[in-house]
């Protein structure tokens, strides 16, 4: 690359040219060209190009010769989840929520830089918080430098005991976000502990991790209709899900003024007190129903006669009216067909190991459903067709002024929910929780909600086109090295690699330029 004068109609301009080959001719092309020699000269413009141009050749060289190894990297950073994560927060008004919260009270460090810190680690490097301490050293943390483990702690403690205060705000905060919010998705699941649990939180449940030996706490979550968390709500290990949606919907009239939706929740959630007390709060609901522990009720429901609208390829409905409640029965023939499939392969094996004998077989709670237990254990062939009503089918309970086919679509987006908890348990890792009390653990937990937060905004600013695994991947790609060159610092950057570029366009932040002297 070089700088070359170039005369048009006696004009001398000057231009940035490179060489470059085509097969095996060496041909040249102009990078830019900078203006007319002697205005340049003239204006004392020539100077400053040509130390623009000398720091851009420094910047070349720097580099290269980090490449050579020539010189040393004093210190690698990743950067690529600071900026944008730290963007999104201050675009939710996370840190303004929290500094709103802690006015007035007098800490020895900055509690809401210890949360981002938290959150970003449960979105980059999660685990406990002292194995996320450890992990920090790598990644670039924005006015975390000076945080400890005990200040995570301490921060924690702050959060669990504020977490309602700060729903509230991130949700007035971006009001214009939930402009249509019609309808709220609802569901839980628990999480159990290495160590006691807390004060209170840590009861021995109903486990949805097959854990029944461990202490547990039971956690919910609040969604809007594009799968935006509103709350996290929490409750000890020992609370029922049926006990659990009366005080979500009592908040969200008293915390969030909110009445005039419809809450979509889960088989565990249903009951003849909680539909009355639903409709007595004024929300219409859209509840799935226990088919198995109401028998006589759904027996009647899913005998009943009526013809099946198809709703998708794989979803056909009928509406039932039984003992004065509406019911949607649901049908995936394909899902039908799976289950029968199993089941009939079951028998199978059943009839088979009945031949050798039965002591191995009571135990096996899939074959157990089907045997007549007495002297001589038996294939219960009333079971078995009794079963065959449920291949395929679920049946849904509403008081919702919807159309059959709007409420089968309504419950099936509760996968979102659910696809939500599967992402703080695996993808944002909760787990392990090793807090004593029951603030830290609250906090702990609640990190996780701010996470999918962030994860949910960006997701939606990217259009949904990308999987968080491969976000996540290419924004560690993105770090600065740290070297030492004739008495200075420099900060060279790594490339933009998969699909980074378009999330710093997506989120609104420029990278950082490929080199340049650090600010001491």
Not at 486 to 509: H, M, Q, Y
């Amino acid at each position: 690359m070089f700088i070359r004068e170039k005369t048009v109609q006696g004009r001398t301009y000057l231009q940035v040219v490179e060489n470059y080959r085509e097969g095996a001719k060496v041909r040249q092309r102009v990078i830019a060209t900078l203006g007319r020699k002697e205005e340049l000269v003239a204006s004392g413009q020539i100077e400053g190009v040509l130390r623009s141009l000398s720091r851009f050749s420094d910047k070349v060289r720097v580099t290269e010769d980090l490449r050579k190894g020539k010189l040393e990297a004093k210190r690698v950073q990743k950067i690529g989840p600071d900026l944008i994560v730290g963007r999104l927060w201050s675009d939710l008004g996370c840190d303004a929520a929290i500094g709103k919260l802690i006015s007035g009270r007098k800490y020895s460090f900055s509690v809401e830089r210890a949360v981002y810190a938290a959150v970003l680690a449960r979105l980059f490097f999660p685990g406990s918080d002292r194995f996320s301490d450890r992990q920090a050293r790598d990644f670039r943390i924005s006015g975390a430098e000076d945080l400890s483990l005990h200040h995570l702690y301490r921060a924690m403690a702050w959060l669990g005991k504020n977490r309602e205060g700060l729903e509230e705000e991130l949700f007035f905060r971006n009001r214009d976000l939930f402009s249509s919010l019609s309808v709220v998705f609802f569901d839980t699941t628990s999480l159990y502990f290495e160590g006691r649990g807390g004060e209170t939180l840590g009861q021995k449940g109903y486990s949805k991790d097959r854990r029944p030996d461990e202490a547990q706490m039971v956690v919910g979550v609040v969604m809007d209709g594009e799968g935006r968390p509103i709350a996290c709500p929490m409750w000890p290990g020992n609370t029922t899900d049926a006990a659990t949606i009366l005080p979500v919907a009592r908040s969200l009239r008293e915390r969030f003024g909110v009445s005039d939706i419809c809450i979509v929740a889960d088989r565990g959630m249903v009951g003849a007190q909680n539909a009355k007390d639903l409709t007595a709060l004024g929300f219409p609901y859209i509840l799935g129903v226990k088919m198995r522990l109401e028998k006589r009720s759904m027996a009647e429901v899913l005998s009943r006669a009526g013809r099946y609208r198809e709703v998708s390829g794989n979803l056909k409905v009928k509406e039932v009216t039984h003992a004065g409640k509406r019911y949607i029965v649901c049908v995936n023939p394909e899902q039908a067909e799976h289950d029968r499939a199993a089941r009939e392969a079951i028998i199978s094996d059943l009839q088979e190991r009945l031949k050798k004998g039965a002591a191995s077989l009571i135990g096996n709670s899939g074959y157990r459903r089907y045997l007549k237990l007495g002297k001589k254990p038996e294939i219960d062939w009333e079971r078995v067709k009794a079963e065959e009503r449920y291949d395929g089918r679920w049946v849904l309970t509403t008081t919702a002024d919807l159309s059959a086919e709007e409420v089968a679509l309504r419950y099936k987006e509760l996968w979102r929910v659910e696809r939500i908890f599967r992402e703080a348990k695996d993808t944002l890792s909760t787990r392990p929780i090793f807090h004593k009390y029951d603030s830290t653990i609250a906090g702990h937990v609640f990190c996780s909600f701010l996470a999918l937060l962030i994860m949910h905004e960006l997701k939606r600013r990217l259009g949904f086109s990308c999987e968080w695994r491969q976000i996540k991947q290419d924004l560690e790609a993105v770090y600065e090295i740290e070297v030492a060159d004739d008495g200075r610092t420099w900060l060279l950057r790594s490339p933009l690699e998969g699909v980074a570029g378009k999330v710093f366009k997506a989120v609104g932040v420029a990278a950082p330029p490929s080199a340049r002297m650090a600010q001491l």
